[in-house]
């Protein structure tokens, strides 16, 4: 079982930065995979990025690829999301998640999930 609890969440302008952070509970968290995922009122949630357990392998989508950046600290049993560049388009509910081992890109793929924090970009 592993517990997640994302922060850092809040108000920025365009072209400012964020980083968002998702402590994780349980021993195990450095064999899970995590992921990023978004949701803006309206909307489904969406795929933002993924590490792999070691953090050797990350993945983004394409609308944050060169501007978000996903890392983990498996010592402090964390994940955390860079985001620069922030864009209105950016503002939702910023979701972390977790699966055993590999990379995923569908929610559904996914076994736990955090509740959420808020990031809200001002033009």
């Known amino acids: 079982q592993v517990q997640l609890v994302e922060s850092g969440g809040g108000l920025v302008q365009a072209g400012g930065s964020l980083r968002l952070s998702c402590a994780a509970s349980?021993?195990?968290?450095?064999?899970?995979?995590m992921g990023w995922f978004r949701q803006a009122p309206g909307k489904e949630r969406e795929y933002v990025a993924t590490?792999?357990?070691?953090?050797?392998?990350?993945y983004y989508a394409d609308s944050v690829k060169g501007r978000f950046t996903i890392s983990r600290d498996n010592a402090k049993k964390t994940v955390y999301l860079q985001m620069n560049s922030l864009k209105p388009e950016d503002t939702a509910v910023y979701y972390c998640a977790a699966r055993p081992y590999t990379v995923a890109t569908m929610t559904g793929d996914y076994d736990y999930w955090g509740q959420g924090t808020q990031v809200t970009v001002s033009s």
């Open positions: 590490i792999n357990y070691s953090g050797a392998i990350t």
């Open positions: 349980g021993r195990t968290f450095s064999t899970y995979a």
